[in-house]
């Protein structure tokens, strides 16, 4: 008698996880199938550093191993369209990579803003130039953030909702790129590193108020790489690349899965 109902109350525990399985998730897998997915951005989305690049992309550089193609990959969205392009501002977004949105989209990413506001300026500075210079250009840049950047980001802000008013619109920062008293013992000094740090979140600040703003889903992606940084002896981040140089401080394939993925994936 005690083995029927152990065996009975086994049964009623496997056919609530058939049904869970069959039900719930079943409903869950075909409402992700079901979406439209839109990646729009810069390099950072594109997969710049991440290689495996899709010789169709031209000069855009979108990867095969950037986070958005991995997502969907995963996810196997109804529709899946890339146009994140290698160098892209505000600017670029707004004039050349929103065709594919429509009422019919459902997810949109993005990252932008890091080219307005000159990040490769501010580290071939940083680089190339005293610590001075570079600690002044990172200021520079922090002006920019706070009088010019908030404007731009809305107007493509406000092009994605006009297109794509039902969407879900994700925007993801930037990584810290330092991890201050590490394993580097040449290069830029503390001090720079800091800087630098200290203006990616500056930027990322930014950039999260003004997501919230239009009721869109800011994703970090500094906890991610934290303990990943350049000079972390386990870097997701390009340092210097002399010999391609258009990839340094840009994230490593398993940046893109280890650190833009989760997050994204965390917030989606």
């Given at each position: 008698?005690?083995?029927?109902?152990?065996?009975?109350?086994?049964?009623?525990?496997?056919?609530?996880?058939?049904?869970?399985?069959?039900?719930?998730?079943?409903?869950?897998?075909?409402?992700?199938?079901?979406l439209d997915y839109v990646a729009l951005g810069d390099s950072y989305s594109s997969g710049v550093g991440a290689g495996s690049y899709d010789g169709l992309s031209?000069?855009?550089?979108?990867?095969?191993?950037?986070?958005?193609?991995?997502?969907?990959?995963?996810?196997?969205?109804?529709?899946?369209?890339?146009?994140?392009?290698?160098?892209?501002?505000?600017?670029?977004?707004?004039?050349?990579?929103?065709?594919?949105?429509?009422?019919?989209?459902?997810?949109?990413?993005?990252?932008?803003?890091?080219?307005?506001?000159?990040?490769?300026?501010?580290?071939?500075?940083?680089v190339l130039q005293s610590e001075a210079t570079c600690i002044n250009r990172v200021n520079q840049a922090k002006g920019y953030v706070d009088t010019t950047l908030?404007?731009?980001?809305?107007?493509?802000?406000?092009?994605?909702?006009?297109?794509?008013?039902?969407?879900?619109?994700?925007?993801?920062?930037?990584?810290?790129?330092?991890?201050?008293?590490?394993?580097?013992?040449?290069?830029?000094?503390?001090?720079?590193?800091?800087?630098?740090?200290?203006?990616?979140?500056?930027?990322?600040?930014?950039?999260?108020?003004?997501?919230?703003?239009?009721?869109?889903?800011?994703?970090?992606?500094?906890?991610?790489?934290?303990?990943?940084?350049?000079?972390?002896?386990?870097?997701?981040?390009?340092?210097?690349?002399?010999?391609?140089?258009?990839?340094?401080?840009?994230?490593?394939a398993a940046g893109q899965s280890g650190g833009y993925l989760p997050s994204f994936r965390a917030v989606a």
């Amino acid at each position: 008698m005690k083995l029927s109902r152990f065996a009975a109350f086994s049964s009623s525990l496997l056919l609530g996880a058939v049904l869970a399985l069959t039900g719930a998730g079943a409903a869950q897998a075909a409402e992700t199938a079901a979406l439209d997915y839109v990646a729009l951005g810069d390099s950072y989305s594109s997969g710049v550093g991440a290689g495996s690049y899709d010789g169709l992309s031209g000069d855009c550089k979108r990867s095969t191993r950037a986070f958005p193609v991995l997502w969907a990959s995963a996810n196997s969205p109804s529709s899946f369209a890339f146009t994140a392009c290698s160098g892209a501002r505000t600017g670029d977004v707004t004039s050349s990579q929103l065709g594919p949105l429509s009422t019919a989209t459902d997810l949109v990413s993005l990252t932008v803003g890091g080219n307005d506001a000159g990040f490769a300026d501010v580290m071939t500075t940083c680089v190339l130039q005293s610590e001075a210079t570079c600690i002044n250009r990172v200021n520079q840049a922090k002006g920019y953030v706070d009088t010019t950047l908030p404007g731009k980001l809305d107007a493509v802000y406000s092009a994605i909702r006009t297109k794509a008013p039902n969407a879900r619109v994700v925007v993801l920062g930037y990584p810290r790129f330092y991890k201050l008293g590490g394993s580097c013992v040449a290069g830029l000094s503390e001090n720079e590193r800091r800087a630098i740090n200290d203006a990616a979140d500056y930027l990322n600040a930014a950039t999260a108020k003004r997501a919230a703003d239009h009721g869109y889903t800011f994703g970090s992606v500094v906890p991610a790489f934290t303990g990943h940084e350049i000079c972390s002896g386990s870097a997701w981040l390009h340092s210097v690349n002399w010999l391609n140089i258009g990839e340094s401080y840009h994230p490593t394939a398993a940046g893109q899965s280890g650190g833009y993925l989760p997050s994204f994936r965390a917030v989606a």
